[in-house]
């Protein structure tokens, strides 16, 4: 069946850096564009980053530009998400998605001094 797992995230002060990782089984893996969705608390769930199939092509939410940087190792059906100069309103549960079909269980990442 198909998973994806999360892990990372957690409890980080403003301007730090986390990285979330996602690792797929039970599809293939390298035909499937990726995404991270974030939902923070009274808030819809909004795209964070998408990457193809093949990792040469990547978009961002205006939101986290050169900030966040999404990255995939398809050797390792793992997708990451890079987050750098966290601010307070990044923070939210975290999401994987392949795109119409699978999300993953989420992830809490919380930006507090």
């Known amino acids: 069946q198909v998973q994806l797992v999360q892990s990372g995230g957690g409890l980080v002060q403003p301007g730090g850096s986390l990285r979330l990782s996602c690792e797929a089984s039970g599809f293939t893996f390298n035909h499937y564009t990726m995404s991270w969705y974030r939902q923070a608390p009274g808030k819809e769930r909004e795209l964070v980053a998408s990457i193809s199939s093949g990792g040469n092509s990547t978009n961002y939410a205006e939101s986290v530009k050169g900030r966040f940087t999404i990255s995939r190792d398809n050797t390792k059906n793992t997708v990451y998400l890079q987050m750098n100069s966290l601010k307070p309103e990044d923070t939210a549960v975290y999401y994987c998605?392949?795109?119409?079909?699978?999300w993953g269980q989420g992830t809490q990442v919380t930006v507090s001094s």
């Open positions: 998605y392949v795109p119409w079909r699978w």
